[in-house]
């Protein structure tokens, strides 16, 4: 069972950037959801094991970049030109598969999320 702990959430103002943090013990794609208050949890990045290739869902892409650093098993999720309908609580995901899904079901494990507030 893999460990997957998120950090770096805050509560920021409109327009600036923040960056999130997901240490995960062992090697495997990973995503980022994101769940705000009274809505479904939703997709955001994700990244194959080796980093080359990212997705990324419409409402955050050319604000949002997901990265990692194999070497420290951490996944970045930088977001900048931030916005108040970004604010929820962050989620860092692991899945076995080796495409880059976007459905909760197809990640295998999961952190306890990171609060992120944008205030306008």
């Known amino acids: 069972q893999a460990q997957v702990q998120e950090s770096g959430g805050g509560l920021v103002q409109a327009g600036d950037s923040l960056r999130l943090s997901c240490v995960v013990s062992?090697?495997?794609?990973m995503g980022w959801f994101r769940q705000a208050p009274g809505k479904e949890r939703e997709f955001v990045a994700a990244?194959?094991?080796?980093?080359?290739?990212?997705r990324y869902a419409d409402s955050v892409k050319g604000r949002f970049t997901i990265s990692r650093y194999n070497p420290k098993n951490t996944i970045y999720l930088q977001m900048n030109s931030l916005k108040p309908e970004d604010t929820a609580v962050y989620y860092c995901?692991?899945?076995?598969?080796?495409?880059?899904?976007?459905?909760?079901?197809?990640?295998?494990?999961w952190g306890r999320g990171t609060q992120v507030t944008v205030s306008s």
């Open positions: 995901a692991g899945s076995n598969r080796w495409d880059m899904p976007v459905t909760i079901g197809e990640y295998d494990y």
């Open positions: 062992g090697r495997y794609t």
């Open positions: 990244i194959i094991r080796n980093g080359a290739n990212q």
